[in-house]
């Protein structure tokens, strides 16, 4: 699976749009872009996923650049509740479905 | 929402002991993985199961640890004899097989080797 490349930590004012870079140069054609969340003492959440095209859901957007060498993750309105470690991780077809996590982004929301 | 069960959610023993960590997968799904997650080495992935059969252990160390499906409503994570080092947090994943499918991920087994 490519490696993935991110910030270790980011701040972001609550009610802002919170940006999470991840860059994944060596990305091949049939590799996904998944995110996950951990909040402290929890095991990682889902948050999104995509291959090429921009998508939406009700927790956040992944915008992927037309290259695919890297995305963004945005969480449009961020909430105490929304600090936590991101991972961006790139994960591979059928047959690979494991994760390999890295270090993440740990996103502080100051009140 | 469905959710992936883990028991027990915390354990503490004295090395040498048999662990047994549980995991009740997602009514439906068909793949499980089982992770474990220290400050140093973060999250990794040491076995995972398909159909519930065994498809990747390579993470973890074959001579204490062993992982099994006995039915598609349970996984199991036993270690035996436990050590110090093992001391970490224990996660269990399920999904459905296919390349875009996501994992969910339990709250984790919070162990600690004396």
Not at chain 1, 75 to 98: M, Q, S, W
Not at chain 2, 30 to 48: C, D, I, K, P, S
Not at chain 2, 66 to 91: C, G, H, N, W
Request: net charge neutral.
């Amino acid at each position: 699976d490519a490696k993935t490349t991110q910030p270790p930590s980011m701040d972001c004012a609550e009610g802002r749009a919170a940006n999470l870079p991840c860059n994944h140069s060596t990305i091949s054609g049939n590799e996904y872009v998944y995110w996950y969340r951990q909040i402290h003492s929890q095991g990682p959440q889902y948050i999104i996923h995509g291959l090429k095209n921009n998508e939406t859901n009700e927790m956040a957007s992944l915008i992927i650049t037309e290259d695919r060498k890297s995305s963004t993750l945005i969480l449009p309105h961020a909430t105490l509740r929304d600090t936590a470690v991101y991972y961006c991780i790139v994960r591979g077809g059928f047959g690979n479905e494991k994760l390999t996590f890295g270090t993440g982004t740990r996103l502080t929301i100051i009140p | 929402d469905a959710r992936v069960t883990q028991t027990p959610r915390h354990k503490v023993t004295e090395m040498g002991q048999e662990v047994t960590m549980r995991c009740q997968p997602i009514l439906g799904h068909n793949t499980v993985f089982w992770y474990r997650q220290t400050m140093m080495q973060g999250l990794e992935l040491l076995a995972y199961f398909r159909n519930r059969a065994p498809l990747d252990d390579s993470g973890m160390p074959k001579d204490r640890f062993s992982a099994e499906m006995p039915d598609a409503t349970l996984a199991t994570l036993k270690i035996q004899p436990s050590e110090p080092r093992d001391s970490a947090v224990y996660f269990c994943a399920s999904g459905l097989d296919g390349k875009w499918r996501p994992q969910h991920f339990g709250d984790g087994t919070r162990l600690s080797i004396l």
